[in-house]
T-cell receptor, first 115, second 116 residues
């Protein structure tokens, strides 16, 4: 089982729709969770961080965390063509100092928003 | 402007050569990281450093070496022992925040290394 696994893509949604990206992780002790956006040929850009169960909203983005189910998701409302990118889920695997400073990344989900 | 710089943007290496990739940050971050990304894949950790003069191996350290002589700089050397070095190399930095590591990492623009 992969430590961090994202829903297989690519994902295609029409402009204005909600895009839903999902990620599961294997270690129950994980403390912090991140979503990065990566445009083709560019480096990843941090768009959301979440540390507690529940929802966290930032503009059109909502991150959802459920530690009991070991599941984190990213919702993009009113999707725009400029949201077309690869989205990477990253998890700070392990608790506290045992894997301090290490993020484990999923393989990424390609999102295409078509006009 | 605060940020992370990597150079060069593109690098071509002949087989058997060592090459060094530069990473500099002026964000006053304590921790720095090197990742490798292959086409269609996520990021894999090569090395990381939480303080000056200290660094740890990541998941794929074989064939790579690093140094951390200054807080601002964390160069990566890809040695001839790395069998498949063609990849996109990304440097990141973060400020560790105590016992529970929130560890938001911010990336430089990357270096594309191609072995000829």
């Amino acid at each position: 089982q992969k430590e961090v696994e994202q829903n297989s893509g690519p994902l295609s949604v029409p402009e204005g729709a909600i895009a839903s990206l999902n990620c599961t992780y294997s270690d129950r002790g994980s403390q912090s969770f991140f979503w990065y956006r990566q445009y083709s040929g560019k480096s990843p850009e941090l768009i959301m961080s979440i540390y507690s169960n529940g929802d966290k909203e930032d503009g059109r983005f909502t991150a959802q965390l459920n530690k009991a189910s070991q599941y984190v998701s990213l919702l993009i409302r009113d999707s725009q063509p400029s949201d077309s990118a690869t989205y990477l889920c990253a998890v700070n695997i392990g608790a506290g100092g045992t894997s301090y400073g290490k993020l484990t990344f999923g393989q990424g989900t390609i999102l295409t928003v078509h006009p | 402007d605060g940020g992370i710089t990597q150079s060069p943007k593109y690098l071509f290496r002949k087989e058997g050569q060592n090459v060094t990739l530069s990473c500099e940050q002026n964000l006053n971050h304590d921790a720095m990281y090197w990742y490798r990304q292959d086409p269609g894949q996520g990021l894999r950790l090569i090395y990381y450093s939480q303080i000056v003069n200290d660094f740890q191996k990541g998941d794929i350290a074989e064939g790579y070496s690093v140094s951390r002589e200054k807080k601002e700089s964390f160069p990566l050397t890809v040695t001839s022992a790395q069998k498949n070095p063609t990849a996109f190399y990304l440097c990141a930095s973060s400020i560790p925040s105590g016992r529970v590591s929130y560890n938001e990492q911010f990336f430089g623009p990357g270096t594309r290394l191609t072995v000829l």
